[in-house]
């Protein structure tokens, strides 16, 4: 074996919060590499600003520093550390460029610190576009031809040089941030002008488009001997122009015959060599013109991406585990082939089935926001599945995104025919199923492959599933042919049904008597060419099942499916601690989960894998699939978020038995009646509310519990259409525009509680004893969803009393609920009464933050008393403190904020506009990032050092606030006069300013434009760069609802030019306290492990 | 599994292996009656040259990716005259050809050259069974025959082991590849045809070898009396025991010192021609991911594969020093990663190497492409 001896120690770095473009795959790499590191017993330091992470999990590295990824953070961590090699190549963009830093710093040289699995050449030879243009032209291969500009002006000349439409990107950025297709010169103003703020380094590339064309992209791996295997292909079936994350991808590819393939091949691995990838994985993306096969070089990441999990997941070769494995000297010829466990892991793998990835969006969530497909990526999460054939993984990937609709349909007419071949013409969510309602309409596969730019091969995939509905018609028989014929190409029972008039449950018990179940297939890297001894499964309607057998008693673990705003890698961190605590008790832990993103989907991480959509029915299939191999002690479905919990009922009915809370008590909690009288029984007050069907009710409702209310549909979950209303007007016009509601889904209508602090609780419970996991209060006022809001754990302002009550609270609803496991409470505390807002029977997304706050695996706890332990057994085993619980941290506890990072700036509406960024009670981050240290105000800094940038410490501050928010902001914005900040307000807040004693300059509002001698207005001086630190709360005066758009252009210029910006009087006093903590002096840091040594040395 | 004709009726077919497993499927191409030694490959690409690869002479090919036919069938990919499969088996048949260079369907192609499909859902589970029990003849038929009979008539199908097949694909006159215009010729090369691919003759002539093909049964003198720089002998089908005839021409070029390059079956034949034995694989290595390691460098290729026999290695399996043969000391020179099997013999005293895999490719990587330059600079090192 070749492995360095010299390597003692090595720094990994994360990828931070989840972002658009930059996912939990991250978090999949990066534990993949702390494993493989600490195999090798070299001493694992980590920095990584996201809790919900396992790779921040205390035991995953030696030293776990969950701080923000910044170069004086990394600094510190290296004169602490002293490793021996950074590893930057498992983190995404954020660590090549942390890597980037580090090197131009300086830093690596003054502390004699080696990089490893990258070079600082080759990161900017691969990151460069035009010096990586230059180096593929010089190996004869082609590129779009394209010129750097650096100013506006330039760009322009450009492009009507090279005619439009034109691509622009910027450098060094992710997920194509900041990039676009512009078609007229004015689109290019818009796009390269964003694009000029996103590159860091201030250029932006200008390219010939080529949009339409065929992309694929390669994934490579390079050892150090120089060899070269290509993991996988995959194939974008939106043709170029669409970002790869947001393409429909299908792998292995489809459409190329072997000569292009290993054309393709050949210039890949000729660029990876000339490019100079150290050693593990890379990403080479393609585009072939399917007239004529010409083929270009688009772009190569050299390092592990989101391509590279997928690929992962997709073939069964673990990249970053191989890359970790190579970086410290590895060669991959001495690298085994885990699934085989007999060959090595220089091969290529062969698949016999197809892999499908399909997207998730959230537009629903950014009203406004541009929903058409473009050169930088908008999804939030994606699904992927496995079948035998094209149709089959399709259909399986469809049903797995749980979008509504998402899955083909028959139910609607199709609709007119030539309408819908325009449609295809523009890339959007879904433009299968409107490609599936075109053919419908009689469109045939040539129409639609020429306006979609689609492969003719997939569409007539489409058209092959289309055409089978007519073998489903009611007037046909449902035999077992038949259903063996579709179910082969994918259809769920719910489509037939769908098709037949009938419920799904009738497809079902006939298919089950005709004896039609799934087969469940391995993926074992080979192509069954050798036996495979790692059950990672996936289910086809095929020959042969090879679900081996087991004695042990087995636990299904039902995972979260894709990532989407408000169930993300949270949830996936939970499923993975219960997998992790069931095996060490003793249990065969199995695994359902279709995201493969995830740590979960990873074949390490529990017994067994199936790589399933999260359907009644598919879950139904594995759980008869593993009572037939085995004895079977239950299903988790408390942990992965809403997708399982929702499915709790049907599989109680169908007889699965359901460990933990049941599907009875779950009703109890989510059901608004039902819980009403358990909080009823406990005489606990929750917000005075209704519902109502019609305008009239809705009024009498409202007189009734008071303006302002929460309004929202029942229909929808997530706090989803939710508004604040604070008169009749506005509720009218709410009732109105909510057209789905009915009797059976009417508007629920709470009284609104202003100004009350927001309390969360993660607890356990085992039919006796609770267990307060932690109480956090949010910074925001309740109103702002508590997955938007930041959070501080131990809570600052909350006294013992406070916290007594919040404990007594939640052991009733536990109590009450019956839960049996975990349970979250938001409570709202309002002139003294503490209301209950709602209560989960489940995991929750602050689970990993508290368990990370407070040292205490709540996950794994939950899994155990899910499987009949009891709190004080895990006491005494040690999992739980001996003593004492979340709520009885002792008064030196470290504090840990937790703040919530949104998608903003990567939105804009069709007219090139941001997207507005003022907080709501719906929530919209898609990640969080955690402070943590032994005072709020330094905890806070570095959570907003984390989330968005590191809060300014001298400089402009411009202030603008609502009226109801001018006399709370009095106090903090002295105290930023006083701290040097020089203050810009706005007329009114000014006044308000100056006469509590601060000077403020006055400046214009937008709405003023320029002054007489050109003064510019606040908009035009933040994006100049005048302003360091932006105040503004939505001017959302009663009596206005919708948009509160008066500070909108405020808040987009600050998301642009990435100027903090704060929205909230409880968010700008804890700004201040960041602030000053930040003046006083060095920040430190401080490894989880260190703070847990000192939480559990408390006597 | 879905396989329907334009007017949605299907042919129902049959794969019947000589153990008795039976797999139900749908006809394509042409309909009859066809045996051969079952055998499957994991190539994920390259159909069409997989397809007209002579080496699978008498061999019905499974294909373990699932959808085949994708991108139709071209002019320029065919690596020989004509399909050379005995019967193919896959598991979803394109109803379109979708690629620029496409001229018609593998279906149509199948029909028109006589040569029948099937499609099965089963195909993995065909290759589970071959991966247990081995290669092993096998009948696709078309026609509903009684399933006893059908066997019966497998079981009476010759076997592969011991059978003689590279004089049945070779070319019965000998032919000339010539550099492209603007590459000057360098070396003659004679190529012993046992079954060779179109791509292989096509990389040697870039690399300025006129290259003339000969049959397989060419004697040693006769390829002699060409007064080639070098000879190769190419790939083929069958068991290299049973082709003696091309040992003993072999033999007459190392005993000239002419330097010889083979590959595949080539490969058995140098062998054999050392003294080593051959045998049988039991289900051979076919597809284009194949990791090969050469034991001097230490460097790993990714390979293109179509053997069921390889060279026994000299006593020891794991020996890899060198080895005493009428020539001179000999060497193994390259292994399989995956299962130790020989894949390359080098000769120290003589300039002779062969190599078990397929540096042409077609289908399949490129990386071994450089052993044809290897033997450009055996032709041209002073005798
Ligand atoms: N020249 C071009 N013409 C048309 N589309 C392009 C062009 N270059 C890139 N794209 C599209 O934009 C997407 C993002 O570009 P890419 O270079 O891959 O950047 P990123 O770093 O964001 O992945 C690609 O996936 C492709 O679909
Ligand atoms: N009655 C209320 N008064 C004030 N704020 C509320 C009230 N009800 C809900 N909220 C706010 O709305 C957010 C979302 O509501 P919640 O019921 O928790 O829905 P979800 O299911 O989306 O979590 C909460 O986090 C809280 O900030
Ligand atoms: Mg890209
Ligand atoms: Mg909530």
């Known amino acids: ?99 980037v830093e580090l090197h ?121 001997h120089d060899n070269v295997v290509v993991v996988c292909s995959i194939e974008n079936i939106d043709p170029m122009g669409v970002h790869t994350g947001d393409s429909v991808t299908v792998a292995p590819a489809m459409t190329l015959t072997d000569r292009e393939y290993q054309h393709m091949r050949d210039t890949a691995i000729a660029v990876v060599r000339a490019v100079g990838v150290d050693t593990g994985g890379c990403n080479i993306q393609f585009a072939v013109h399917p007239g004529t096969g010409r083929m270009v070089v688009i772009e190569m990441n050299p390092r592990v991406s989101r391509s590279s999990a997928l690929a992962s997941k997709a073939t069964g070769f673990p990249i970053a585990k191989i890359a970790a494995k190579l970086a410290v000297g590895y060669t991959l010829d001495e690298i085994r082939n885990d699934i085989t466990g007999e060959t090595p892991a220089s091969f290529e793998p062969a698949l016999d089935y197809v892999v499908v990835k399909v997207p998730r969006f959230a537009f629903e969530k950014f009203p406004g926001a541009d929903p058409v497909l473009t050169t930088h990526m908008k999804s939030v999460g994606e699904a992927m599945a496995i079948g035998r054939s094209f149709p089959e993984a399709l259909q399986k990937a469809l049903r797995s995104t749980e979008r509504r609709g998402a899955e083909l349909s028959w139910a609607d007419p199709p609709g007119d025919r030539a309408d819908l071949i325009e449609r295809c013409r523009i890339p959007h969510d879904g433009r299968l199923s409107t490609v599936h309602q075109a053919l419908r309409a009689g469109a045939t596969v040539a129409e639609l492959s020429a306006a979609s730019g689609i ?47 009938v419920t799904a449950a009738r497809v079902r018990d006939l298919r089950h008597a005709l004896g039609v179940r799934p087969v469940f297939h391995t993926v074992d890297t080979c192509a069954a060419e050798f036996a495979a001894r790692t059950p990672y499964l996936y289910s086809t309607y095929d020959d042969e099942t090879e679900v081996p057998p087991g004695d042990r008693p087995k636990v299904i673990i039902l995972g979260s499916g894709p990532n989407r705003i408000g169930q993300g890698i949270e949830f996936d961190y939970a499923c993975v601690h219960a997998s992790f605590a069931l095996a060490e008790a003793g249990y065969e832990t199995v695994m359902v989960n279709c995201n493969p993103e995830t ?101 009498a409702v409202a007189d009734e519990v008071g303006y302002p209310v929460l309004v929202r549909p029942s229909y929808v979950l997530g706090g989803r259409g939710m508004e604040i209303v604070y008169d009749d007007g506005a509720l009218e016009a709410y009732v109105h525009r909510a057209t789905q509601i009915s009797p059976e889904h009417p508007v629920l209508i709470d009284r609104f509680l202003d100004d009350a602090i927001e309390i969360d609780v993660d607890a356990l419970y085992d039919g006796a004893e609770l267990f307060l996991g932690g109480v956090m209060e949010h910074i925001e006022e309740a109103g702002i969803h508590s997955g938007d809001s930041a959070c501080a754990l131990p809570p600052i302002t909350l006294g013992p009393g406070d916290v007594a009550r919040v404990r007594e609270a939640t052991e009733l609803i536990a109590a009450g609920v019956g839960v049996r496991g975990l349970l979250n409470v938001q409570y709202a505390l309002a002139a003294g009464v503490l209301y209950v807002l709602e209560a989960n029977p489940r995991a929750s997304r602050t689970v990993p933050f508290v368990s990370k706050a407070t040292a205490t695996p709540l996950a794994k706890a939950a899994a155990r008393i899910m499987l009949g332990a009891t709190i004080a057994d895990l006491r005494a085993e040690g999992l739980l403190p001996a003593r004492g619980d979340g709520g009885t941290l002792p008064l030196d506890a470290p504090i840990a904020v937790k703040e919530a990072v949104l998608p903003f700036g990567r939105f804009r509406d069709t007219k090139g506009e941001g997207v507005d960024t003022v907080l709501g009670p719906e929530m919209r981050s898609t990640g969080e990032v955690m402070g943590i240290d032994e005072e709020f105000g330094t905890a806070y800094a570095k959570s907003q050092a984390a989330a968005y940038g590191a809060l300014p410490v001298k400089g402009r501050a411009f202030v603008s606030v609502a009226n109801s928010d001018k006399r709370s902001m009095i106090f903090p914005v002295k105290r930023l006069a006083d701290l040097g ?55 959302g005066a009663p009596g206005q609802t919708g948009p509160r758009v008066d500070g909108y252009e405020i808040r987009t210029a600050a998301v642009r030019r990435g100027i903090p910006c704060v929205t909230t009087t409880a968010g700008l006093a804890a700004a201040v306290h960041g602030i000053e903590a930040i003046q006083r002096g060095e920040v430190g840091v401080r490894s989880l492990q260190e703070h847990a040594a000192r939480l559990r040395a408390q006597p | 599994m879905t396989l329907l004709d334009g007017s949605g009726v299907s042919r129902p077919a049959v794969l019947l292996l000589e153990d008795g497993r039976a797999f139900d499927g749908h006809a394509f191409g042409a309909d009859g009656e066809t045996f051969g030694e079952m055998v499957f490959n994991t190539g994920m690409t390259g159909y069409q040259e997989t397809l007209t690869d002579p080496s699978y002479c008498r061999q019905i090919v499974a294909m373990t990716a699932p959808h085949i036919g994708n991108t139709g069938i071209n002019d320029e990919d065919a690596e020989s005259r004509r399909i050379w499969v005995s019967g193919y088996v896959i598991r979803e048949l394109s109803p379109i050809a979708s690629n620029w260079r496409s001229k018609r369907s593998l279906d149509a192609e199948l029909a028109s050259q006589g040569v ?127 082709a003696g005839y091309a040992v003993e021409a072999m033999r007459a070029v190392l005993a000239a010192g002419r330097p010889v390059f083979g590959i595949c079956l080539g490969s058995q034949i140098l062998g054999r021609a050392l003294g080593l034995d051959t045998y049988k694989l039991r289900f051979g290595h076919r597809g284009v991911n194949q990791p090969v390691q050469d034991l001097t460098t230490g460097r790993v290729h990714i390979t293109s594969h179509n053997h069921g026999f390889a060279v026994r290695p000299p006593d020891d399996p794991g020996a890899k020093g060198p080895f005493g043969t009428p020539y001179g000391a000999a060497i193994v020179s390259h292994r399989n990663l995956n299962d130790g099997v020989v894949e390359g013999l080098r000769l120290l005293d003589t300039p002779a190497f062969a190599i078990q895999y397929h540096p042409e490719a077609a289908p399949g990587p490129h990386d071994a492409e450089a052993s044809f330059d290897e033997f450009c600079a055996m032709m041209e090192a002073p005798r």
Not at chain 1, 491 to 501: K, V
Not at chain 2, 148 to 175: F, H
């Open chain 1, 455 to 501: 492969d003719a091969w997939f569409i007539d995939q489409v058209k092959f599933i289309e055409e089978l509905n007519e073998r489903l018609t009611p007037d046909k028989v449902l035999d077992a042919p038949v259903l063996r014929m579709v179910k082969s190409a994918g259809f769920s029972d719910a489509q037939i049904a769908g098709l037949r008039g």
């Open chain 1, 981 to 1035: 900040f020089e203050i810009w307000a706005t007329a009114g807040t000014a006044e308000v300013l100056r006469r509590n004693g601060v000077r403020a300059k006055i400046v214009r509002k937008q709405g003023d434009g320029p002054g007489p001698d050109g003064e510019p207005t606040i908009v035009t001086r933040i994006l100049d760069g005048q302003v360091d630190l932006i105040v503004n709360t939505p001017f």
């Open chain 2, 116 to 242: 029948t499909g099937i499609a099965i859902s089963g195909t993995r589970a065909l290759t589970r069974h071959l991966r247990e029990r081995g290669a092993m003849r096998a009948v696709i038929s078309t026609r509903a025959a009684d399933r006893r009979e059908l066997l019966d008539k497998v079981l009476a199908s010759p076997q592969m082991a011991g059978a003689d097949l590279a004089r049945e694909v070779t070319t019965p006159e000998p032919y000339t590849v010539r550099p492209p215009e603007g590459t000057r010729t360098r070396f003659r090369v004679a190529a012993v045809d046992l079954g060779i691919k179109a791509a292989t003759p096509r990389r040697m002539a870039e690399r300025g070898c006129e290259v003339r093909v000969l049959p397989a049964d060419v004697t040693g003198d006769q390829i002699l009396a060409t007064e080639p720089d070098g000879v190769f002998f190419s790939n083929g089908p069958g068991d290299p025991a049973a």
């Open chain 1, 599 to 699: 740590v979960s989907t990873d074949y390490d991480t529990s017994g067994r894998l199936y790589f399933e959509p999260l359907t009644l029915e598919d879950v139904l299939e594995v759980v008869h699939a593993e009572r037939a191999s085995g004895p079977l002690a239950g299903v988790i479905v408390q942990l992965g978020g809403q997708t399982p919990l929702g499915l709790a009922r049907e599989l109680t009915e169908a007889g699965v038995p359901i460990v933990g809370t049941s599907a009875q008590a779950i009703h109890l909690a989510e059901d608004r009646g039902a819980f009403g009288r358990v909080l009823a029984e406990a005489g606990l007050a929750a917000p005075r509310s209704g519902t109502a069907s019609s305008y009239p009710q809705a009024k």
């Open chain 1, 1 to 99: 074996m070749t492995r360095r001896e010299d390597l003692r120690s090595v720094l990994v770095i994360g990828s931070g919060p989840i972002v658009i473009g930059q996912a939990c795959e991250f978090d999949y790499s990066g534990t993949q590499a702390c494993r493989v590191l600490k195999a090798e017993g070299i001493r694992v330091s980590l920095v990584n600003s996201n809790p919900a992470t396992i790779m921040t999990d205390p035991e995953f590295a030696d030293a776990t520093y969950v701080e923000p990824i910044t170069l004086d953070v990394l600094q510190k961590v290296i004169a602490k550390e002293r490793p021996d090699a950074v590893l930057p190549t498992l983190g995404g963009q954020t660590a090549l460029n942390a890597a």
């Open chain 1, 104 to 224: 131009e710093s300086g830093t690596l040289a003054e502390y004699g610190v080696e990089l490893i699995g990258a070079d600082i050449e080759a990161i900017k030879a691969g990151e460069d576009r035009e010096r990586f243009k230059e180096i593929v032209i010089g190996l004869g291969a082609e590129v779009p031809a394209s010129t750097i500009c650096r100013t506006l002006d330039e760009a322009l000349a450009i492009a009507d040089s090279l005619g439009y439409p034109v691509v622009v990107r910027p450098s060094y950025t992710l997920g194509g941030s900041g990039s676009g297709i512009a078609y007229t010169a004015d689109d290019l103003r818009l796009i390269a002008g964003a694009g000029l703020d996103a590159s860091p380094v201030t250029e932006v590339l200008l390219e010939e488009s080529i949009l339409g064309w065929k992309e694929f992209e390669l994934e490579l791996m390079r050892d150090r």
